[in-house]
T-cell receptor, first 111, second 114 residues
Framework: SQQGEEDPQALSIQEGENATMNCSYK?????LQWYRQNSGRGLVHLIL?????REKHSGRLRVTLDTSKKSSSLLITASRAADTASYFC???????????FGAGTRLTVKP | NAGVMQNPRHLVRRRGQEARLRCSPM?????VYWYRQLPEEGLKFMVY????????ESGMPKERFSAEFPKEGPSILRIQQVVRGDSAAYFC????????????FGPGTRLLVL
């Protein structure tokens, strides 16, 4: 089942711009994860943020987590054409072991 | 339309035994992906299969692990001679032909190796 909801569903930007994607969820979580999927390939894990963390960085990626609003954002700075992909958030709920995935944001970075 | 089904949901094995994990994709889906998740970590891609064909197995350990998706029946992830480090949750996902960017996940199989 899919719980996390990403918005926007699709995002198109120019190379060099920043891209921000948001994710909302419904239940208490242990952690939240962001993944990328290039067309026709499996998911690639990008970053995991725990429920007691508010912000995390990895290279050009910055993830924030607001557990009071049950939302997270993924910021990709200085985007490149190679960042074109679908981005998914997934939540690891607190009271069971079922991971929940959203429908994803399709990011297109134009050269 | 039932979602992706995995069985068993929980599997306990002793070291050296074999583990077989099954994944039935959604009806009409011809692509299956397998992922492994260690505790407190993200999913790690293992293998991507079409019916009777392995498309990408770049995430599969070279030894003891194999996967198949036969023409009929579920996809099987097989782990031979399990070791404690194989304890993890194994998720499969399926997608329809032509929409590989949309993956529908199963509930996972939690493997515990004693």
């Amino acid at each position: 089942s899919q719980q996390g909801e990403e918005d926007p569903q699709a995002l198109s930007i120019q190379e060099g711009e920043n891209a921000t994607m948001n994710c909302s969820y419904k239940t208490s979580i242990n952690n939240l994860q962001w993944y990328r999927q290039n067309s026709g390939r499996g998911l690639v894990h990008l970053i995991l943020i725990r429920s007691n963390e508010r912000e995390k960085h990895s290279g050009r990626l910055r993830v924030t987590l607001d557990t009071s609003k049950k939302s997270s954002s993924l910021l990709i700075t200085a985007s490149r054409a190679a960042d074109t992909a679908s981005y998914f958030c997934a939540t690891d709920p607190y009271n069971n072991n079922d991971m929940r995935f959203g429908a994803g944001t399709r990011l297109t970075v134009k050269p | 339309n039932a979602g992706v089904m995995q069985n068993p949901r929980h599997l306990v094995r002793r070291r050296g035994q074999e583990a077989r994990l099954r994944c039935s994709p959604m009806k009409g889906h011809s692509h299956v992906y397998w992922y492994r998740q260690l505790p407190e970590e993200g999913l790690k891609f293992m293998v991507y299969l079409q019916k009777e064909n392995i498309i990408d197995e770049s995430g599969m350990p070279k030894e003891r692990f194999s996967a198949e998706f036969p023409k009929e029946g579920p996809s099987i992830l097989r782990i031979q001679q399990v070791v404690r480090g194989d304890s993890a949750a194994y998720f499969c996902a399926s997608s329809p032909l032509g929409q590989e960017e949309t993956q529908y996940f199963g509930p996972g199989t939690r493997l515990l190796v004693l």
